[in-house]
């Protein structure tokens, strides 16, 4: 096991609706990115908090927002939920100041938005 | 910019065969990582290797091993010896060297299904 644990494991949410995701990072870490990944593609990457600023961001809206913690833990907040945003959400903890570290995933969350 | 292919969507072995998941990859950077994770169906990616661009070297793990060459942009992955716990989606993904970011760029994945 990593040790990066996200909540909820599921969950189902109507069009237009908000949704908050979360993410614990692995101890030592102290960087999260967060990836979506559709049905039968790679991850896209999201954005990326490093020491609770963000540091770097994918082609994603604005819509998609996110914030970390003190102890790096992480949320991945989307706004007016849309049909295409259903997916896998995988958050990934690393750190940045050990160059090259690999990143560990958590088991995602699987949203539906219906 | 950067890209990964997969171009094996889906290969299906008899357990015991060996086989091989194909990478090739773009970047404009002169140095970059190369990683390949392997999701099972639990949704969690498990990290299998990380390579430096600067190490050519093949490496071999278990029944795992790796073939980097720089000069065709290949980081192909062989399992040798297929077990049927090996059934999974395999992904490539590459991030670049240095600099602040940490954003890796995956490819589709291949996915392996070894039969009894």
Known sequence: ETGV???PTHLIKTRGQQVT???????GHNTVSWYQQALGQGPQFIFQYYREEENGRGNFPPRFSGLQFPNYSSELNVNALELDDSALYLCASSSLDREGTEAFFGQGTRLTVV | AQKV??????????????VTL????ETRDTTYYLFWY??????ELVFLIRRNSFDEQNEISGRYSWNFQKSTSSFNFTITASQV????????????????????TFGKGTLLTVNP
């Open chain 1, 5 to 7: 644990t996200q909540s």
């Open chain 1, 21 to 27: 995701l979360r993410c614990s990072s692995q101890s």
């Open chain 2, 85 to 104: 716990v090996d059934s999974a989606v395999y992904f490539c993904a590459l991030t670049p060297h240095g600099g602040s970011n940490y954003k890796l």
């Open chain 2, 38 to 43: 392997k999701q099972p169906p639990s949704g």
């Open chain 2, 22 to 25: 194909d990478c090739v990859y």
């Open chain 2, 5 to 18: 292919t997969q171009a094996q969507t889906e290969i299906s072995v008899v357990e015991k065969e060996d």
